[in-house]
């Protein structure tokens, strides 16, 4: 029954519904892979129970004619999104073995359309990272390798290990978040396919906060047509969420087969930055060139204030971040160290609870929003924001879309980028930009690196545009036909 992993999430839902399998086979494949790849570290929480229960319950409904968009589906969700009766963790020790009350409305979607859940995926530490070496329980590696080189690289983050089980035929698709690239990144480090919707698109609620004004919940999967599928159910409108919108959802599906026939699509100049490796700008000429074929124009255009966007970025999601995190005192719930007084009691929790990487964040976050510092940093950083998203916003007056390139390189070599964290907040130059002005993004495999790994492109759209983002990325796929997977070295099936 491996070969059931190997299909993808829509030809999964047509295999169901032609009861070619049933959702237990389905379910039962899914754990056994699982069970076979722990050498990842992807699932952080397995709930085989769950997911047989779940896959005989569909089965049921199907059974009496009543099956929905994923029914019997298997999936991974990332430990950030909080499942009711499963334990969430974000991946800190400060959150302990928190096993939340209620469900997050994204994952309740999933489910009432049916979807299986196989587990909780592996993460940086409340999302805060671009490689996952920063997660409470050690580091995802990448099914990945380069040829001939056993050494174990990176995922990309934070939700690497959404992006490794989705590559390693772990589940039929993932859910992530993204709040500078972590959906988009890890999808290019590891050649899935994953799409961060407009800010607004999914609701926020029941998601552990991490930088409230640019956290958005979204898809990854094998093909495009995976992630239409499963954004159509992860989004819509939450009354819980002040900030989710209430506009219809289209059906993300049709969007596909579409082509590129008219479209306008742009290439921002200052996004070819210095030392930007020849194989990363030649990817991008070939995207150009694959939507130039399909019946696209190719237009230049100008976001003068790019270069702006990563620091303007690491102050504005710290200091949201050192606002969001507040919370964790040791009092209310998960992790406890106690002192001789409340004010000790604090800071040993915090102390020992919170990982090297999060208490940067607190502590830049901290001081950008104290008396003093504030207009200088945090106020600033608001202004800037601002003028970015209006650079997209004149764009989006001569284009409908904007190709780019995913990340500045391939996967790297675990500890090779943990040591700077300067240096690693460079891997978010061409995604935090999306997050900053609430954008679409869409990230998806273009071809291989030199060293025989995965590299993306990237696609930004006008809010609300996901469509226009699908269309686009459905001929860059099909013009690509990226079809290299990592050899299961780990013991995969
Ligand atoms: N890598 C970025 C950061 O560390 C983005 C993380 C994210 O999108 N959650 O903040």
Redesign the pocket.
């Known amino acids: 029954m491996s070969e059931l992993t190997h299909l993808g999430l829509a030809e999964a839902r047509d295999g169901l519904a032609a009861r070619r399998f049933s959702a237990r086979e389905l379910a039962q494949a899914h754990v056994a892979a699982i069970e076979d790849a722990r050498a990842l570290n992807a699932y952080v929480v397995e709930t085989p129970e769950q997911a047989l229960a779940m896959a005989d319950a569909s089965d049921a409904r199907r059974a009496k004619g009543e099956a929905g968009p994923l029914d019997g589906l298997p999936i991974g969700i990332k430990d950030l999104f909080c499942t009711r009766g499963v334990r969430t963790t974000a991946c800190s020790r400060i959150l302990g073995n928190f096993v939340p009350p209620y469900e997050s409305t994204v994952t309740a979607n999933l489910w009432r359309d049916g979807a299986v859940l196989l587990g909780k995926l592996n993460m940086?530490e409340f999302?805060?990272?671009?490689s996952n070496e920063s997660s409470a329980f050690g580091p995802v590696i990448s099914p990945w390798r380069r040829p001939g080189d056993n050494r174990p690289l990176v995922p990309g983050?934070?939700?690497g290990g959404s992006a490794a089980a989705v590559a390693a035929r772990l589940c039929l698709a993932a859910t992530g978040?993204?709040?500078?690239?972590?959906?988009r990144?890890p999808a290019a480090l590891t050649g899935t396919v994953g799409l961060k919707p407009t800010y607004g698109r999914c609701s926020r609620w029941g998601i552990v906060a991490?930088?409230s004004s640019?956290?958005q919940a979204g898809p990854m999967a094998r093909s495009v047509r995976d992630v239409a599928l499963m954004l159509g159910s992860m989004a819509g409108h939450d009354p819980k969420d002040s900030t989710s919108v209430d506009t219809p959802v289209p059906n993300y599906e049709a969007a596909l087969g579409k082509g590129v026939k008219g479209l306008r699509i742009g290439v921002p100049k200052e996004y070819r930055i210095d030392g930007m490796p020849a194989e990363i700008e030649a990817l991008w000429q070939q995207g150009c060139d694959w939507l130039r074929a399909g019946g696209a124009e190719i237009v230049e255009i100008s976001l003068p204030h790019t270069h702006l966007s990563l620091p303007a970025?690491?102050v504005v999601?710290p200091a949201e971040a050192s606002s969001n995190l507040a919370r964790y005192d040791g009092v209310r719930f998960g992790f406890r160290k106690d002192g001789g007084n409340l004010i000790e009691l604090y800071e040993n929790t915090r102390g020992e609870g919170f990982g090297k990487?999060v208490r940067r964040?607190i502590l830049i976050g901290t001081y950008v929003l104290s008396a003093g510092y504030y207009d200088a940093y945090y106020l600033k950083a608001q202004q800037v924001r601002s003028l970015i998203a209006g650079d997209f916003t004149t764009a989006f007056e001569k284009v409908d879309a904007i190709l780019t390139p995913t990340t500045p390189g391939p996967a790297f070599p675990l500890g090779e980028g943990s040591a700077d964290p300067i240096a690693?907040?460079l891997?978010?130059v061409f995604?935090?930009t999306a997050?900053l002005a609430g954008l679409p993004g869409l990230a998806l495999p273009g071809g291989l690196s030199g060293d025989g790994l995965p590299l993306g492109l990237q696609v930004i759209g006008r809010p609300f545009d996901e469509e226009t983002l699908i269309r686009i990325g459905d001929v860059i796929e099909d013009a690509a036909g990226f079809t290299a997977r990592p050899d299961a070295w780990w013991g995969g099936r």
């Not at 999302?127 to 671009?130: D, I, L, N, T, V």
């Not at 978040?177 to 959906?183: F, K, L, M, V």
């Open positions: 940086d999302a805060m990272g671009s983050g934070s939700s978040t993204d709040t500078g690239g972590s959906i990144q991490f930088a640019l956290d970025y690491y999601a990487e964040r690693m907040y891997n978010d995604t935090v997050n």
